[in-house]
């Protein structure tokens, strides 16, 4: 599947993508939940709580792929001697830590 609006590619090896889907696949699970609570009028603070999960299980999905791209894709492009990459690293944990 392509990107459009990606600057660059990865192709991730068969378990990182596995694992990278599963999360996703109960991410989406959550929110389909979240979503027939608001259907099924929930009491907010229930709902409220199912969504801190669901932004919980997004966060641990930003920490795992933010941790296997330092890994792969920034040291190697520091090693190829691709300063850019540095900068681009930090503008992306900037906008994490909005």
């Known amino acids: 599947m392509n990107?459009?609006?990606?600057k660059k590619m990865k192709k991730r090896d068969d378990e990182e993508?596995?694992?990278l889907i599963n999360r996703l696949n109960r991410i989406e699970g959550q929110i389909r939940g979240?979503?027939?609570?608001v259907e099924g009028d929930a009491y907010c603070t229930d709902?409220?709580?199912q969504v801190a999960a669901a932004n919980a299980a997004l966060?641990?999905?930003?920490k795992q792929?933010?941790?296997e791209h330092i890994r792969t894709c920034v040291a190697q492009d520091i090693k190829d001697g691709k300063e850019e990459t540095v900068e681009d690293l930090l503008s992306t944990?900037?906008?994490l830590m909005k």
Do not use: D, Y
């Not at 979240?34 to 609570?37: A, C, D, L, P, R």
């Not at 966060?59 to 930003?62: L, P, T, V």
């Open 34 to 37: 979240i979503k027939g609570m």
């Open 65 to 67: 792929l933010l941790s």
């Open 3 to 6: 990107c459009e609006n990606c």
């Open 47 to 49: 709902i409220i709580t």
């Open 93 to 95: 944990l900037q906008k």
């Open 59 to 62: 966060n641990a999905f930003n």
């Open 17 to 19: 993508q596995k694992k």
